[in-house]
């Protein structure tokens, strides 16, 4: 065997992410040790560092538990107090071969490697396959702490076989760690699932299928408001709106490039009297066949077409995430046909002016503007036609610099037939999530042979501009249970105000209250039950209810009621008349907290 290939590191003098790297490879190793030494014939898969620490795969002999997490992180913690050196030496593939003949997937990973050199590396007792990274020794691992099992499946492929993954988190010092747990532990608080689950807003139903997504009636409520709204404002700016169908045919998507794209992404084919469909995974083609189906004038156009359109898209069920990861989701999209570049841009920023308005009417402040470039060297993924590329990636810059609003840029990130701006948006648990995008596209204009009659009465090319706002109803509702953590503002609230009669005696005086603010469409129920008072407005607050009106004697006689707000607010008796302007007023400029107003 070889001599040392990296013998000494100078961590103090690498960038941050490079020696949190080489400290998280190196945990993976001593992780791995840790289970061998647990579990002698655990199979080993890969352990990577991420971007909050590293994991592990293993294939083991039963499932793991809290108590083998303990066990594994105290026999780590033993293997970091011993500074055991990490040295990398090479060996030819035969002998590597030879030497991990009893662990399957590292053959698997031998397959990969051309003839050669394989590195390994040394710790202690425990040799792993590796292409090296790592600290000196063990005693240079910082702050971790392993957190979770989950499972994985080989290579990502659910053809393959299901790994158990340990995951630990490592930073550079215990109060960073310690950081990372509170914002952990705030994710798990504010969890949408959690939430939603708690409030009934939706279900999701195995024999319905995971992915699939079920409004129960208060989450369809939110739903519906927010469609309500968007499909408003919309129609203000010129917007015509449509509905077309879930499925279309094949020869549509592979004219429009979707097949061959993104058919690994697609609901299997469905077959019949000789004609095979798709449900559709995007809404662009069938918008294109609406604007296809007439020829216009460079008059008509913009013409904005929009639809709250049904998409399908297979997602690996290991990536499906309550609402914010769906198969079956509802897009707020809008396909804006232009006649050029100087249309395009104002389009654009009438569209990022549109957003901001949403944003921030919804009271989101955490989101970023990203624009999202190709690779003109990957012309398997992206559409090979550089000119276009840099048309539309220069058109982007120039509206997203004159709009004045912050933008970083990525490469690889656009879409398979054109530039991007994408909306990021921080999650509860930290990640960086794309919400909506607006692409410039000249590449599905030419698929389609689109045309308009210019002024000279020649036939022109149009450019469209794909766009969202509100992201899909399934994302944004995700979104917003975190934010808001369940405490919808009074519009958005499944049930705005509930009345509670003290006594039995007090209950038709409650429905007469009840009636008054239905008329005004405010949501409203009467809490009849045979409960004590304090019992009925502990159960509205649990359920997140706006405002609570309790009524007895005083409050009949005064035609009035008792005003709670939701987290502990006490308004007192209040006439029912001023109770209705009050809740009508807060729900139409569309506050965020009870009581306090913004401008409509």
């Known amino acids: ?32 040790e840790a289970m061998v030494e647990l579990m002698p014939e655990a199979e080993l898969g890969i352990g990577p560092p991420i971007d909050t620490g590293f994991y592990y795969d293993f294939r083991l002999p039963r499932p793991l538990n809290a108590d083998d997490l303990t066990w594994l992180d105290e026999r780590m913690r033993r293997s970091l107090a011993g500074k055991h050196a990490f040295q990398m030496a090479s060996l030819t593939k035969a002998e590597a071969e030879a030497k991990w003949a009893n662990q399957p997937f590292k053959l698997d990973l031998l397959k990969d490697i051309e003839e050669g050199n394989v590195t390994q590396c040394t710790h202690a007792a425990f040799t792993d396959l590796c292409r090296g990274g790592h600290v000196n020794h063990t005693g240079e691992i910082p702050a971790f702490k392993l957190m979770s099992i989950a499972g994985a499946y080989w290579r990502g492929s659910e053809k393959n076989p ?33 939430i939603g689950r708690e409030l009934k807003l939706f279900d999701l139903i195995e024999n319905i299928g995971p ?44 004219r429009s490039g979707h097949w061959s794209h993104y058919q690994d992404a697609m609901y299997p084919i469905m077959e019949r009297e000789g ?39 297979w997602e690996k069920s290991g990536q499906l995430t309550g609402m914010s990861r769906v198969r079956i989701m509802t897009l707020n999209d809008s396909h804006i046909f232009c006649t050029g570049p100087e249309q395009v841009e ?34 398997e993924k992206y559409v ?86 509100l992201s899909t109803m399934e994302r944004m509702v995700a979104l917003l249970i975190e934010e808001y953590e369940g405490n919808f503002p009074l519009w958005l609230s499944p049930v705005q105000a509930v009345v509670i009669p003290i006594a039995d005696r007090h209950v038709a005086y409650a429905e007469e209250v009840a009636k008054e603010l239905r008329a005004a469409k405010l949501r409203v129920e009467v809490d009849g039950r045979n409960e004590r008072m304090n019992g009925k407005i502990r159960d509205a607050q649990m359920r997140k209810i706006p405002y609570m009106l309790v009524v007895g004697d005083r409050e009949a006689e005064a035609r009035a009621a008792a005003v709670r707000v939701r987290g502990g607010g006490d308004l007192g008796a209040t006439p029912v008349a001023d109770i209705v302007a009050r809740l009508r007023d807060e729900r139409d400029t569309k506050a965020l907290v009870p009581g306090v107003f913004r401008e409509a």
């Open 162 to 194: 299901q790994l158990q993954r340990v995951y630990g988190a490592l930073f550079e010092t215990e109060a960073e760690l310690a950081a990372y747990e509170q914002q952990l532990e705030e994710a798990r608080r504010r969890d949408h699932r959690r």
């Open 384 to 469: 090979d036609n550089p000119p276009m590329w840099e048309m539309g990636e220069a058109l982007l810059r120039r509206v997203m610099q004159r709009s004045g609003l912050e933008f970083h840029e990525a490469k690889g990130e656009a879409a398979f037939y054109g530039p991007k701006i994408d909306v990021q948006f921080q999650s509860a648990a930290g990640k960086d999530e794309t919400l909506v995008t607006i692409q410039v596209d000249f590449h599905l204009p030419a698929q389609f042979e689109l045309e308009y009659v210019a002024e000279d009465g020649s036939r022109q090319r149009p450019i469209i501009v794909h766009r969202g706002v």
């Open 346 to 379: 104002q389009e654009i920023a009438g569209v990022l002016e549109l957003m901001e308005d949403v944003y921030g009417t919804l009271g989101l402040r955490n989101y970023s503007y990203r624009l999202s470039l190709g690779d003109p060297e990957d012309t």
């Open 1 to 32: 065997m070889a001599d040392p290939l990296e013998s000494h590191v100078d961590l103090a003098s690498l960038p941050k992410e490079e020696r949190l790297n080489r400290m998280r490879h190196s945990a993976a190793h001593v992780l791995a």
């Open 211 to 254: 992915g699939h997504v079920i409004w129960l009636p208060a989450g369809a409520t939110i739903r519906r408001e927010l469609i309500r709204w968007i499909e408003d404002l919309e129609i203000e700016r010129g917007y015509q709106h449509i509905v077309t169908p879930n499925v279309g045919k094949k020869e549509l998507y592979v």
């Open 275 to 313: 004609e095979i469909y798709a449900l559709r995974p995007m809404n662009c083609p069938s918008h294109i066949m609406v604007y296809e189906s007439e020829l216009h004038s460079y008059r008509e156009l913009p013409i904005r077409l929009a639809e709250l359109g049904n998409m399908h898209r």
